[in-house]
């Protein structure tokens, strides 16, 4: 009997303490107000980040967090598919017309007029062009540029208006897309218009400063919190989670705090930035900080919201719960953090950090409205390399790049092709093609004949395809894209070269493994010159190296489409020009779209000795052509090559045991 009582009362008590959990638990959540302003439009509530707030809100309890459907365009009635005509686009491809600019023009503007013509979009007739570019000048308050005369009701035009404080909206724009500064959400036409950032006087034409970010994890000694300051600058706080920093009205102590100038930016975790449009300028000194943008009810449109999804970089709430945000923020998982603070970094280095990739990623974004299907899937936009270099011409499909196998879990399958580039007069390669079609791996041998002297009648019999071309007598041509090119992985040889089976085959397993980075033997090295100011490489052999020579390397087909239609048409005349310099720029378009060296696999004494010197009487690069990796470098922006001293050898390579349980034994001839 008082065994039934016992059970009774404790299921009673227990009952009893449910309830009142019940009943007091959703009183903690974080409210987020239907209805923040009467007048405005509701598009920031969809940016705000449910899973930082774990003990507040649930999803379910936030209809306005909700996926939005497709609204009415707001500020006019012009949409995607009434007031731009793509048929024009879908035949010759995007090509932009600039307008002739009247009068003087800024800095700014110079540079991204610059930026665009030196795109591959760009194009000097109007007729041929289907997108027409109006660059909006600044004039007096309350003034507005005057349009074009081809101007057609703005159809097929897109406005660039850089300005914080543009003309009045009596501006006719007509049908004309806007691409603006940090538009505010009542004027801005979700899937028309295109959201810039806000870009400094000074910010660079190309390349870039990289991320400071130099440490993910939080450092115990960096503060949690800075605050975007009006005039500039910032403000760190402590990490008191009673203080509200940006609250005026917060009667508790705010903790120690520092101001930092406006040159300098934050050294902090997060950077809470106010909603008012004047702050949209420090969201970009947060991103290349690494400090998590903390938005305060913004009124303006994050820059590429159509394509870029923020929630994984910034972090959206409400600036009347200074209290619950602070809380939010303590209790982040430190994986959470890190997963935030490294996209920082890469949607800064990917889309922001110069103003040729900010206007690049402006024409792209209406590539892929104008190609729809076809356009970047989201993967490409919010993953690295990112979009600007994931050419959607190549592939719609990300598991056609080099890129995502790692993120799906996958690696390269099928076989290589071997692409034999003969240049220079002499004996066909054929001792070459038979070391290469030997290999197991080998799917077809490609013979690129750019020699003066005519190609042989007869070839010898292989085991796989044998397909000679005719090449159009310059070194870039074995960088084309050339479509008898069958499989994703190119073995890239020189007519000159000489290389074993077992060296092809274990090189390529080394490639399978690293599908997005070139996988060679021969190397060079690059440094900086102090005397000279400049940069200089060596062909010496040492440990430390940051270029494999394509004489002899493995790597993705797609980096001669990206080689074809990314690179400047001035750099791959350079690398014409100086033959020395094509294999300079190969591995810094490698360089800069992965931000990994290269890697070196073992070789043996016959590679060095059948090289022919670059001048007579040593393996030094050209006088002449030395000029050209100090070219390529301004003509990137900066320097991308990575330096390693990493060789990945065979198992047991070189180990004192019996040569019978070594797989890959012919290496160790002499």
């Known amino acids: ?311 994984k970089a910034a972090i959206v709430a409400d600036e009347r719960l200074p209290f619950q945000v602070l809380a939010a923020l303590q209790e982040m998982p430190l994986t959470r953090v890190l997963a935030l603070r490294q996209q920082t970094q890469f949607l800064w280095d990917a889309y922001f950090s110069s103003v040729e990739k900010v206007m690049h990623t402006t024409l792209e974004i209406i590539q892929d409205r104008i190609f729809g299907a076809s356009a970047h899937a989201s993967l490409l936009w919010n993953s690295p390399p990112g979009a600007l270099l994931a050419l959607p011409t190549f592939s719609a499909s990300p598991s056609d790049f080099p890129f995502y196998h790692l993120q799906r879990g996958s690696r390269p399958v099928g076989r290589f092709s071997a692409l034999i580039w003969v240049g220079a007069p002499g004996q066909p390669p054929l001792k070459l093609i038979q070391a290469v079609a030997g290999s197991q791996n080998c799917a077809q041998i490609l013979v690129l004949w750019s020699s003066e002297k005519p190609p042989p009648s007869r070839w010898p019999e292989t085991a796989v395809p044998l397909t000679v071309m005719d090449g159009q007598r310059k070194v870039s041509d074995r960088f084309f894209p050339h479509r008898a090119i069958s499989t994703d992985a190119i073995l890239s040889l020189d007519g000159h070269s000489s290389v074993t089976t077992s060296e092809v085959d274990f090189a390529f397993l080394v490639w399978q493994s690293f599908p997005e980075r070139m996988v060679g033997f021969l190397t060079w090295n690059h440094f900086w010159d102090e005397a000279q100011g400049g940069w200089g490489y060596t062909a010496e052999r040492a440990n430390e190296f940051s270029m494999v020579l394509t004489s002899a390397a493995f790597y993705h087909r797609y980096y001669h489409t990206l080689f074809t239609h990314s690179l400047p048409k001035a750099l791959r005349t350079l690398a014409d020009e100086a033959p020395t310099c094509v294999d300079i720029l190969m591995n810094f378009l490698v360089a800069a779209v992965t931000k990994l060296p290269p890697i070196k696999v073992p070789y043996g004494k016959q590679h060095f000795e059948a090289t022919p010197p670059l001048v007579p009487g040593g393996p030094e690069p050209q006088p002449t052509a030395r000029d050209c990796i100090n070219q390529m470098a301004a003509g990137f922006g900066y320097m991308p090559l990575v330096s390693s001293r990493l060789r990945l050898d065979p198992v047991l390579f070189k180990d004192p045991v019996s040569v019978l349980r070594k797989k890959y034994r012919s290496l160790e001839k002499p």
Not at 73 to 79: A, F, L, N, Q, S
Not at 95 to 113: M, N, Q
Not at 126 to 139: G, K, R
Not at 273 to 302: K, M, N, T
Request: hydrophobic share 40%; net charge neutral.
């Open 1 to 311: 009997m008082q065994s039934w009582r016992g059970k009774s009362l404790w299921l009673a008590l227990s009952a009893s303490w449910l309830l009142v959990l019940l009943r007091v638990f959703p009183l903690l959540r974080l409210a987020v107000p239907a209805r923040p302003w009467a007048s405005a439009p509701q598009g920031w509530p969809r940016w705000l980040d449910t899973e930082l707030l774990p003990s507040f809100s649930q999803p379910g309890e936030l209809p306005e967090d909700a996926p939005q459907p497709p609204q009415a365009p707001r500020g006019g009635g012009c949409d995607w598919g009434a007031c731009f005509d793509a048929s024009k686009c879908r035949t010759g491809g995007l090509k932009v017309f600039v307008h002739p600019v009247a009068g003087p023009i800024s800095a700014a503007h110079r540079k991204i007029l610059a930026s665009i013509e030196s795109s591959r979009y760009h194009t000097a007739s109007p007729e041929e062009a289907c997108l027409l570019l109006f660059l909006s000048l600044e004039v007096p308050a309350g003034e507005c540029s005057p349009v074009p005369q081809q101007w057609n009701g703005g159809r097929n035009h897109l406005v660039l208006d850089l300005h914080p404080a543009p003309c009045p909206q009596t501006f006719q724009r007509g049908r004309a897309m806007v691409a603006k500064a940090s538009p505010t959400v009542d004027t801005f036409r979700p899937g028309f218009d295109v959201a810039l950032p806000l870009l400094p006087e000074a910010h660079p034409l190309r390349g870039g400063a990289p991320g400071q970010l130099r440490q993910h994890s939080p450092h115990p000694g960096v503060p949690l919190l800075a605050l975007a300051e009006e005039r500039g600058g910032w403000r760190t706080a402590g990490t008191d989670p009673s203080a509200c920093p940006w609250d005026g009205r917060c009667e508790q102590d705010r903790g120690p705090e520092q101001t930092h100038p406006g040159g300098t930016l934050p050294n902090a975790t997060f950077c809470l930035i106010p909603g008012h449009r004047p702050d949209a300028l420090h969201f970009l000194q947060a991103l290349q900080a690494g400090c998590i943008p903390v938005l305060l009810s913004p009124r303006w449109e994050l820059p590429f919201s159509e394509v870029i999804d923020w929630t």
